[in-house]
């Protein structure tokens, strides 16, 4: 015991020192950074920092949109073993597709593992190692138009129905007083990774599932799940536009932000955006859990986030760490949820009062973050992204009136117990 302890802190030391050599003969570090909403400006602000105080320099490398987009592009990069990206943004729901792409971070972290949230830290841990440091965390969230519900003498909605009758009474008022493209909801319906998220929340509101439950069994096929899905569909063409069936959450936010929509689906960076120069609706944005699957439903929101983490390939592991380290430090991520609204995964500034100041939604709101509903990826591994594209497939096909749920759920039983062949793993 004894004997593990100092080593640990003489391999500590010398990682310390490695660190300082390298910043003393400055490399370059490549981050991935994102680019949706605001991803790009302030993951550069950070980094930025980071090397003017480190001596190093950081190289940002552009990514898609698109969740599904991303991991596509990782999986070409990692399966080649590229050297040219060190540092990675990472979805919540990989690491168990890529984790083992990425170095352990415990040797550098100081310990700062314990000051997030740990069912992240534990989400981030494959085979014992730290594959990564949580970033900002997500939880979908219902936005609306305070000023709007005003004037028609409407409440927060408290169920998917009242959501959809208020949508469709603003929506016609507002139609009739001239604005000819308005519509009720928006949301993130194409076919990727973000129809999961939005599709999963309906369904849990319901009480139907997680389309895999914990101990692995397949359980999407359920009357509740059906119901949902059958309700989001009767929106399309009614309250939401057709279009929507093609809205990523960055098109969802242009019709909303623009002064389009009364109620937008959608997570907490648009809160930032919306309420900033240039928003049509600064100002008019009230924000609350997503609506209850009926009256005997429960509020839901589906738990997404990014982490960092380094590369088992980079040249320069220590520096990249480093860069890590910074990013994911307390003044960094209590300066991003204040200039850009992301949740921080520190527990301790939900109770920062600039924070708060800034986001009045994340204290209000705190047991929707801590109790967001996790996507099926710790349980189905490596087969995550198949499970999810199958689910996503089947749901975009209810909502275009392809398929009627019932149907479509019991196929997709039947395709996900293919993808699962005898196990998850
Ligand atoms: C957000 C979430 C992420 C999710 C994605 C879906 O970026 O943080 O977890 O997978 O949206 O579009």
């Given at each position: 015991m004894k004997l593990s302890k100092s080593f640990r802190t003489l391999a500590l030391a010398t990682a310390a020192t490695f660190g300082l050599s390298l910043a003393a003969r400055a490399v370059t570090v490549s981050i991935m950074c994102g680019t949706v909403g605001q991803d790009q400006t302030q993951c550069k602000t950070g980094a930025d920092a980071w090397a003017k105080k480190t001596g190093n320099t950081v190289k940002i490398v552009s990514i898609p949109t698109s969740t599904t987009d991303i991991l596509a592009l990782y999986q070409q990069i990692l399966g080649a073993h590229s050297t040219d990206v060190d540092v990675f943004t990472l979805d919540v729901i990989w690491p168990g597709i890529i984790?083992?792409?990425?170095?352990?971070?415990a040797p550098y972290s100081k310990g700062a593992e314990k000051d997030h949230f740990p069912a992240i830290i534990a989400n981030n841990t494959v085979d014992g190692h730290l594959i990564a440091m949580p970033w900002f965390t997500d939880a979908g969230l219902l936005f609306y138009r305070k000023d709007l519900l005003a004037k028609y003498k409407?409440?927060?909605?408290?169920?998917w129905a009242q959501m959809a009758s208020e949508a469709a009474t603003i929506q016609a008022g507002e139609r009739k007083a001239g604005?000819?493209?308005?519509?009720?909801f928006v949301f993130q319906g194409k076919a990727y990774e973000g129809l999961t998220c939005d599709a999963l929340e309906w369904i849990d509101s319901y009480g139907?599932?997680?389309?895999?439950n914990k101990a692995g069994h397949i359980t999407i096929n359920n009357p509740k799940a059906a119901a949902a899905l059958t309700e989001a569909a009767s929106w399309i063409g009614k309250i939401a536009p057709e279009g929507v069936l093609n809205y990523a959450e960055e098109d969802a936010r242009g019709v909303f932000q623009s002064g389009n929509a009364a109620f937008m689906r959608n997570w907490p960076y648009a809160w930032s955006l919306g309420n900033g120069k240039g928003s049509a609706i600064a100002g008019k944005i009230g924000v609350e859990a997503l609506p209850k699957g009926g009256d005997s439903g429960k509020n839901t929101g589906t738990l997404g986030g990014w982490q960092l983490g380094v590369s088992k390939y980079s040249k320069n592991p220590a520096a990249a760490a480093s860069l890590v380290m910074y990013l994911t430090s307390a003044a960094e991520e209590k300066r991003r949820a204040i200039e850009g609204s992301y949740n921080p995964t520190r527990p301790a500034l939900y109770k920062d009062p600039d924070v708060l100041k800034a986001n009045p939604f994340m204290g209000q709101l705190l047991s929707t973050f801590t109790n967001a509903v996790a996507r099926p990826s710790l349980e189905t591994g490596s087969k995550y992204n198949q499970v999810s594209t199958a689910f996503w497939n089947t749901v975009h096909d209810v909502l275009s009136g392809k398929t009627k749920a019932d149907v479509a759920l019991a196929s997709l039983q039947g395709e996900l117990k293919r993808i699962r062949k005898a196990s998850w793993k």
């Open positions: 984790g083992q792409d990425f170095i352990d971070l409407l409440q927060p909605p408290a169920t604005n000819a493209k308005f519509q009720g139907g599932g997680h389309i895999v």
